[in-house]
């Protein structure tokens, strides 16, 4: 690999804007196009921007080329609808606004409850018509692709480092009890141990709370210029580093193992690109589509050995809030993580931590919170990395 | 090799299976009860899924070639809802494993374990391969070397 240290976009980019609809395990009698626009038209107003001011869309559902027909946005120069998770979309605007393709994106993400996830949604015959691919013929049930694949290496995790269920039972709970101080979280009610183990098995030995939850709500962002944040309602929360990394044994039965694959790749590129680095982080957000890829990012971070992410979970462990606070002060997924806010792709993780930075997280708010860092994405293809703070 | 069946003939018999000119060859094999995967001719390393050059010295003479299908289970999960398919019951949970074959390290392939109990179904056990067939098609399954079942 060539080039880590090239990094002539850092701190140049900003967020200055982050906002959300809330989220809820519920199919809403609201399009895509629906929620998107509402978060999209909430993060143009909290920086005290108007539609003019934005010449660059970036999302995947919706379409940019929808977006700004629902938006009413008048010219754009620069438009991209990268895959999820959506450190993709962050990095790619904050590239095109480094480059000079345009100046003041607006980054965007609705969360769906799609007909293949859920039974309610596959009753929805709009949320039939609004998921693609429902009707074409499915191969059977023999492979790891897509997300079994979590379900495979968290059997590989179990096996190499002799754990049990329980180890992946503190990353649901730690979720779920932030998320009873997020009022946009859709699962806010306490979770036990008991709780976790009594779950419904889905592809054991994941059970229904080692899966994030499938939601229907939105998020959005103002990706811009460093000197143009500065002059915005909100303070800018600086883009330090960015990263996707990905390896070449990248299909789900190919991954060489737990300690080779995207991750690694993350980590190793932020240590090199950024100013900062776990020991000055004021919130950590590991991401939580399954148990198990918190579990093995907090092992490849370098918070523990590999292997004790879960007996280091539980050594920081605030018994009286029920969840982790590393070294006593670092929360994890403080808003409830995609286990417990909603199956965001990361947007929740990324909003979060510049609420956190900006200072308006509420009943969740690290005091002086000034460093984030967010691991994102699983092991195959989409592990990511953002590190964020603000000066 | 002159009669083989067709590529439209061939999309009939797997249904749902994304097939590419870079696959087809491996699925004509199991239509012969053969598990082929792409061995280079150039440099003789194995790779999978099937590509269309030698990921390892970019030949392009790939060759879809017989492997024993003996392994060792590499990951184990067991499915108590998925997709529909024949002869596929999700009350007894259904064992998917990756097994990862004896001609390479790292050289793996994906499929259940037929006539074993769930709980002997273990990663570390040694496998062999069989066929069985899903709505008339041979399917490659592994059973348990030493099963007691």
């Not at chain 1, 399009?31 to 999302?59: K, N, Q, V, Y």
């Not at chain 1, 606004?97 to 709009?126: I, Q, S």
């Not at chain 1, 308006?360 to 994405?377: C, E, H, Y």
């Amino acid at each position: 690999m060539t080039g880590a240290a090239r990094h002539p976009m850092k701190d140049r980019v900003a967020i200055a804007a982050a906002s959300t609809t809330g989220f809820v395990a519920q199919n809403l009698d609201r399009s895509h196009a629906s929620l998107a626009a509402e978060a999209c038209i909430d993060a143009i107003r909290a920086c005290g921007l108007t539609r003019e001011d934005i010449d660059g869309l970036c999302g995947s559902w919706p379409s940019a080329s929808v977006m700004q027909s629902t938006l009413g946005i008048p010219e754009i120069t620069w438009s991209g609808n990268p895959v999820i998770p959506l450190v993709d979309h962050v990095a790619t605007a904050a590239a095109a606004v480094h480059a000079g393709l345009c100046e003041v994106v607006l980054v965007y993400h609705a969360a769906y409850r799609a007909a293949w996830n859920t039974a309610a949604a596959l009753k929805d015959p709009f949320r039939r018509i609004a998921t693609p691919g429902l009707s074409d013929p499915q191969p059977g049930p023999e492979t790891m692709a897509a997300s079994v694949g979590y379900a495979g290496w968290a059997s590989r995790y179990m096996y190499e480092y002799g754990l049990a269920r329980e180890d992946f039972g503190v990353v649901a709970i730690n979720s779920r009890s932030n998320a009873a101080r997020n009022p946009a979280a859709a699962m806010r009610g306490p979770m036990t141990m008991t709780d976790y183990l009594g779950a419904r098995m889905i592809r054991e030995p994941l059970c229904l709370y080692d899966m994030d939850i499938s939601v229907d709500g939105a998020d959005a962002f103002i990706v811009t210029t460093a000197e143009r944040a500065r002059d915005l309602a909100l303070p800018p929360v600086l883009i330090n580093a960015a990263v996707l990394g990905q390896v070449r044994h990248n299909e789900e039965d190919q991954t060489v193992s737990l300690r080779n694959h995207g991750q690694q790749v993350v980590i190793n590129t932020l240590k090199a690109k950024g100013d900062f680095w776990i020991d000055d982080i004021d919130v950590y957000f590991p991401y939580d589509g399954f148990t198990p890829i918190t579990l093995n990012w907090i092992d490849n971070a370098g918070w523990c050995k590999p292997g004790e992410a879960a007996a280091f979970l539980r050594d920081h462990w605030d018994e009286a809030a029920g969840r982790v606070l590393i070294n006593g002060r670092i929360p994890v997924n403080p808003h409830g993580g995609s286990l417990s806010e909603g199956a965001t792709q990361a947007s929740g993780h990324i909003r979060e931590a510049v609420h956190q930075l900006q200072g308006i997280a509420a009943d969740r708010q690290v005091p002086d919170a000034r460093r984030a860092l967010i691991t994102a994405g699983g092991f195959f293809f989409n592990a990511q990395g953002l590190m964020v703070h603000r000066v | 090799m002159s009669i083989e069946v067709s590529n439209e003939g061939l999309v009939q018999r797997f249904p749902g299976e994304l097939l590419t000119h870079d696959n087809a060859d491996h699925y004509r094999g199991r239509l012969r009860h053969e598990l082929l995967l792409n061995l280079c001719g150039a440099c003789r390393v194995w790779h999978a899924p099937p590509r269309p050059v030698c990921p390892e010295c970019w030949s392009d003479r790939v060759l879809a070639t017989p492997v024993t299908g003996n392994g060792i289970i590499f990951m184990a999960i067991f499915l108590h809802q998925g997709p529909p398919a024949a002869g596929v019951d999700y009350s007894t949970p259904y064992p998917v494993v990756t097994v990862e074959l004896e001609e390479q390290d790292g050289l793996r392939f994906t499929s259940t374990v037929v006539g074993a109990r769930n709980e002997e179904i273990r990663i570390g056990a040694p496998v062999r391969l069989e066929w069985i067939d899903r709505a008339g098609t041979p399917m490659p399954v592994f059973a348990l070397r030493n099963s007691t079942s």
